[in-house]
Nanobody
Framework: EVQLVESGGGLVQPGGSLRLSCAAS????????MSWVRQAPGKGLEWVSQ????????RYTDSVKGRFTISRDDAKNTLYLQMNSLKPEDTAVYIC???????RGQGTQVTVSS
């Protein structure tokens, strides 16, 4: 069974940092591109970032470029999202996905507020 379990969310002040983790199981993690998406209150899903299998190629939505860094540790079957210089508009549920498998986790809440 494919499972994706996110952690690391929380409440942070504007300008702060958080690192999200996504523990993957039930599939050959290293063989798949992985993504982060987010859903802000009252809005639809927004794609945030993607890393290819192997980790050599990454992409970001414009609003997070230069602030967020996606990475993966294939030995630990874990995906990460390092988020720096957080803004109130980054407030959302952050969800880990394996697009080729149509799999997603439950998400972790990130709230940026003073």
């Amino acid at each position: 069974e494919v499972q994706l379990v996110e952690s690391g969310g929380g409440l942070v002040q504007p300008g702060g940092s958080l690192r999200l983790s996504c523990a993957a199981s039930g599939f050959a993690f290293s063989s798949y591109a992985m993504s982060w998406v987010r859903q802000a209150p009252g809005k639809g899903l927004e794609w945030v970032s993607q890393v290819n299998s192997g980790g050599g190629s990454t992409r970001y939505t414009d609003s997070v470029k230069g602030r967020f860094t996606i990475s993966r540790d294939d030995a630990k079957n874990t995906l990460y999202l390092q988020m720096n210089s957080l803004k109130p508009e980054d407030t959302a549920v952050y969800i880990c996905t394996a697009p080729a498998l149509g799999a997603r986790g439950q998400g972790t809440q990130v709230t940026v507020s003073s």
